[in-house]
Nanobody, 125 residues
């Protein structure tokens, strides 16, 4: 069974940077897309970014465009989320997710079938 483990969260001041990592492990890892979602206290989980594993095409929600970058390392089965110019409103638990379906929907929670445990990102003002 595929497991996803996030790391890299923490506390940072507004304007700072963090890089999140999501390492996939298990007997067989086969994913068509990987995504990052986040959930702030009292709010629903929301899409942040996604990458098509084979082609490397990337997608972002509007609020992070130009500030966040998603990337992958095929050899390590790892996805990264580089977060720059962080804002207090970016504070949330960030989750990594994997989608195995060949019919890819990058921003739908229901389309992802594997999730990590989450990592806390806190941005102070």
């Amino acid at each position: 069974q595929v497991q996803l483990v996030e790391s890299g969260g923490g506390l940072v001041q507004a304007g700072g940077s963090l890089r999140l990592s999501c390492a996939a492990s298990g007997r067989t890892f086969s994913s068509n897309a990987m995504g990052w979602f986040r959930q702030a206290p009292g709010k629903e989980r929301e899409f942040v970014a996604a990458i098509i594993w084979s082609r490397g095409r990337t997608y972002y929600t509007d609020s992070v465009k130009g500030r966040f970058t998603i990337s992958r390392d095929n050899a390590k089965n790892t996805v990264y989320l580089q977060m720059n110019a962080l804002k207090p409103e970016d504070t949330a638990v960030y989750y990594c997710a994997a989608q195995s379906s060949t019919y890819i929907v990058v921003d739908s929670i229901q389309a992802y079938d594997r999730w990590g445990q989450g990592t806390q990102v806190t941005v102070s003002s």
